[in-house]
């Protein structure tokens, strides 16, 4: 809890930059963690992937979304981000059970839990990516668990920027 207050006043202080460009794989080993042991985290991260939110902020927005996704995988957990346009998205989804469509946005309601959680974690992941510009939703899964979608500013693209 007091590692988030810190990320959130950090946040709070750097909100008009948005800080420094972060690669999403510089924190993959940080959901790794927030995944745990009991599931494989299997990672496919586009080389393009920078968002412009310092690396903290990327671990507050994210690590809620994989911790959901670990409680409820059988056994793995596929992280996949990729640039859209002006955004990077980052899709995490687990082969569990799935969410059923009329439970999506319940998740996201402050003390909600389908199992062992406090039910904070995807609302302030939630919160933290509309600081940023960003969002984060469920969606339809492509196997039988369930899927969710997080959209961060992407970082501008330094293959294309030129000086006069």
């Excluded at 995988?73 to 059970?97: C, K, L, Q």
């Excluded at 199992?115 to 990516?129: F, K, V």
């Amino acid at each position: 809890m007091s590692e988030t207050i810190t990320t959130l006043l950090a946040m709070a202080r750097e909100r008009a930059s948005h800080g420094d460009p972060t690669h999403v794989d510089d924190v993959i080993d940080e959901l790794r963690d927030a995944a745990g042991e009991t599931v494989e985290l299997v990672a496919d991260v586009a080389s393009d992937a920078a968002v412009i939110v310092p690396a903290a902020v990327l671990v507050r927005v994210l690590a809620p979304v994989v911790d959901n996704a670990a409680r409820f995988a059988e056994s793995r957990v596929d992280v996949e981000a990729r640039r859209e346009g002006g955004s990077v998205v980052i899709e995490v989804e687990d082969d569990g059970p799935g969410l059923a469509a009329g439970v999506r946005e319940r998740a996201f309601e402050p003390g909600f839990s389908g199992r062992g959680g406090t039910g904070l974690g995807l609302p302030l992941s939630r919160r933290i990516a509309a600081t940023v510009g960003g969002s984060v939703e469920a969606v339809d899964a492509r196997g039988s668990g369930a899927r969710f979608r997080v959209a961060l500013p992407a970082a501008p693209d330094r293959a294309h920027n030129v000086s006069l």
